[in-house]
């Protein structure tokens, strides 16, 4: 691949607190907080205070093995964080503090992923036991289980909304992407992308969300256009290799500037852009950064923040989130 | 219990290390070689035998790569039997142990040995995926059976 070094990856804050390693990490909508999860067993929540990175909250106590992912809802009041424990726990912060307001239980063992639906109605999971929940969100708050889609044949890595309509992706150890629809009562898979010859690790969609980016043990990014959810079926239109090393964990597109971020076994975030037009049939993407030597050990999960469109979160097995930011 | 492989061959154990006087001086670093790493792995214990993943040459110092620039380590390793079902347990204790005993730094991959097993390409995805090796290091069953093959204390004794 090319490398085009246009960029500039500035490490800005490096956050401590975690007592073990940190798994994921996710901005709120208005980008105000930071939620970021792990091995310890907490959520903590941070904020920028005035150009100083701070822990606002530790939310602790709901969880007895590891927190592996969390999620915000579309209006920025709750928060969902899945753990290895099987269940899912739901924080609410309309009283003020935020409050362990429900327990998801369902899942055989552990949970991997969860997600929150762009209309705030529904929250997808997906776990060890091969499945993915649908779980519907009601004005009588209430959590029930709309659906249980079995069409993985092996733990599910990571669920992830369309931006703007109840479409669900997921990824897999059985090396596919599977995008899920609404139909009458109940969702059923309507596609699946092959190509990856690993586990497919996480799964983002562009702005739009006609494009997905997926990343895998099979250090390759793969970005797919797909015209959903009726559409005919999704095709591979690049694949971005050579640059990573180990298996990659976790991509996050962003939605303003169109830059594809991966987090990476081999210790580094990188940061990809397609240069020249949407319309060309081979598509080719440049290396834009990468935060060489900024972290000493793998990198689980990176996301963009929704408000300042230069900024990036990162977290590491090291214990630490990262804040980043990526200019010209 | 009727034993898989009820006649293993047995084979020596190494003699020990000899330490090194540069070893020897806190002000030098030394770098890792292959014999380090092979003393941590050769002392596990087998979970079907009373005896060492030595012993059974399920592993062997040649067949363990190391890269000190690169912080990266390979260690094949060897299943008495190609359907041995004991296969994935083997190779989580000698990631753990690796996991436990090597700074952070490095990365470390375990594998089966091409052509000694008939689950290979099965068995090397799940010792590759982190996120199931950190899951199966909080069940409690299975940290019991893992830590078994971990208890090198008897071997300690033995050598002191």
Same mark, same amino acid.
């Given at each position: 691949? &090319?490398?085009?070094?246009?960029?500039?990856?500035?490490?800005?804050?490096?956050?401590?607190?975690?007592?073990?390693?940190?798994?994921?990490?996710?901005?709120?909508?208005?980008?105000?907080?930071?939620?970021?999860?792990?091995?310890?067993?907490?959520?903590?929540?941070?904020?920028? #205070?005035?150009? &100083?990175?701070?822990?606002?909250? *530790?939310?602790?106590?709901?969880?007895?093995?590891?927190?592996?992912?969390?999620?915000?809802?579309?209006?920025?009041?709750? %928060?969902?964080?899945?753990? @290895?424990?099987?269940? $899912?726990?739901?924080?609410?912060?309309?009283?003020?503090?935020?409050?362990?307001?429900?327990?998801?239980?369902?899942?055989?063992?552990?949970?991997?992923? *969860?997600?929150?639906?762009?209309?705030?109605?529904? $929250?997808?999971?997906?776990?060890? #036991?091969?499945?993915?929940?649908?779980?519907?969100?009601?004005?009588?708050?209430? /959590?029930?289980?709309?659906? $249980? %889609?079995?069409?993985?044949?092996?733990?599910?890595?990571?669920?992830?909304?369309?931006?703007?309509?109840?479409?669900?992706?997921?990824?897999? /150890? #059985?090396?596919?992407?599977? @995008? @899920?629809?609404?139909?009458?009562?109940?969702?059923?898979? @309507?596609?699946?992308?092959?190509?990856?010859?690993?586990?497919?690790?996480?799964?983002?969609?562009?702005? /739009?969300?006609?494009?997905?980016?997926?990343?895998?043990?099979?250090?390759? $990014?793969?970005?797919?256009?797909?015209?959903?959810?009726?559409?005919?079926?999704?095709?591979?239109?690049?694949?971005?290799?050579?640059?990573?090393?180990?298996?990659? /964990?976790?991509?996050?597109?962003?939605?303003?500037?169109?830059?594809?971020?991966?987090?990476?076994?081999?210790?580094?975030?990188?940061?990809?852009?397609?240069?020249?037009?949407?319309?060309?049939?081979e598509p080719e993407y440049a290396l834009l950064a990468s935060s060489d030597n900024g972290v000493a050990q793998d990198v689980n999960a990176v996301q963009w923040s929704p408000a300042s469109p230069s900024v990036l979160a990162s977290a590491s097995d090291d214990g630490t989130v990262r804040i980043w930011n990526v200019r010209i | 219990q009727k034993l898989e492989n009820s006649a293993p061959v047995i084979r020596e154990s190494a003699e020990a290390r000899r330490t090194t006087l540069l070893e020897l001086d806190d002000l030098q670093s030394d770098p890792f070689d292959t014999r380090e790493i092979f003393d941590l792995i050769r002392v596990l214990n087998d979970p079907e035998h009373p005896l060492?993943?030595?012993?059974?040459?399920?592993?062997?110092?040649?067949?363990? +790569?190391?890269?000190?620039?690169?912080?990266?380590?390979?260690?094949?390793?060897?299943?008495?039997?190609?359907?041995?079902?004991?296969?994935?347990?083997?190779?989580?204790?000698? !990631?753990? !142990?690796?996991?436990?005993?090597?700074?952070?730094?490095?990365?470390?991959?375990? +594998?089966?040995?091409?052509?000694?097993?008939?689950?290979? +390409?099965?068995?090397?995805?799940?010792?590759?995926?982190? +996120?199931?090796?950190?899951?199966?290091?909080?069940?409690?069953?299975?940290?019991?059976?893992?830590?078994?093959?971990?208890?090198?204390?008897?071997?300690?004794?033995?050598?002191?």
């Amino acid at each position: 691949g &090319r490398v085009l070094s246009v960029l500039v990856m500035e490490l800005q804050a490096t956050l401590t607190g975690h007592k073990d390693v940190v798994w994921d990490v996710a901005w709120s909508p208005s980008g105000s907080f930071l939620a970021s999860c792990g091995a310890d067993r907490s959520v903590r929540l941070w904020n920028n #205070d005035g150009g &100083r990175w701070v822990c606002k909250t *530790v939310l602790e106590g709901a969880h007895d093995r590891t927190v592996r992912a969390v999620s915000w809802s579309p209006c920025g009041n709750m %928060l969902a964080a899945a753990s @290895f424990d099987g269940t $899912i726990s739901i924080w609410d912060r309309r009283k003020g503090a935020f409050e362990c307001s429900a327990t998801l239980e369902g899942h055989e063992s552990e949970v991997k992923s *969860v997600g929150w639906s762009v209309s705030g109605t529904y $929250i997808a999971t997906s776990g060890r #036991d091969k499945t993915v929940w649908i779980w519907s969100y009601d004005d009588d708050e209430e /959590y029930e289980c709309a659906s $249980i %889609l079995n069409s993985h044949t092996q733990d599910v890595k990571c669920v992830t909304w369309h931006p703007t309509l109840e479409v669900l992706a997921s990824t897999s /150890y #059985d090396d596919t992407i599977k @995008f @899920f629809k609404e139909d009458g009562d109940d969702w059923t898979c @309507f596609q699946t992308l092959t190509g990856h010859s690993s586990t497919v690790w996480a799964v983002d969609f562009d702005a /739009y969300g006609d494009h997905v980016v997926s990343c895998s043990e099979d250090r390759t $990014i793969k970005i797919w256009h797909c015209s959903q959810p009726s559409g005919k079926k999704a095709e591979c239109t690049a694949t971005i290799a050579g640059f990573h090393t180990r298996p990659i /964990y976790d991509v996050s597109w962003n939605k303003i500037s169109g830059l594809i971020a991966s987090a990476c076994g081999d210790n580094t975030v990188r940061v990809f852009h397609r240069p020249g037009e949407r319309s060309t049939d081979e598509p080719e993407y440049a290396l834009l950064a990468s935060s060489d030597n900024g972290v000493a050990q793998d990198v689980n999960a990176v996301q963009w923040s929704p408000a300042s469109p230069s900024v990036l979160a990162s977290a590491s097995d090291d214990g630490t989130v990262r804040i980043w930011n990526v200019r010209i | 219990q009727k034993l898989e492989n009820s006649a293993p061959v047995i084979r020596e154990s190494a003699e020990a290390r000899r330490t090194t006087l540069l070893e020897l001086d806190d002000l030098q670093s030394d770098p890792f070689d292959t014999r380090e790493i092979f003393d941590l792995i050769r002392v596990l214990n087998d979970p079907e035998h009373p005896l060492t993943l030595e012993q059974l040459n399920v592993v062997q110092e040649g067949q363990i +790569e190391l890269d000190n620039q690169n912080n990266y380590i390979k260690v094949l390793y060897t299943p008495t039997i190609p359907h041995c079902s004991m296969a994935t347990l083997i190779g989580l204790s000698i !990631r753990v !142990r690796l996991l436990r005993s090597l700074p952070p730094r490095f990365k470390v991959d375990v +594998e089966i040995t091409p052509g000694t097993h008939v689950s290979r +390409e099965a068995v090397n995805k799940q010792l590759a995926d982190k +996120e199931r090796v950190a899951a199966a290091l909080e069940n409690n069953h299975l940290l019991k059976v893992i830590n078994q093959c971990l208890d090198i204390t008897q071997q300690h004794a033995d050598s002191a």
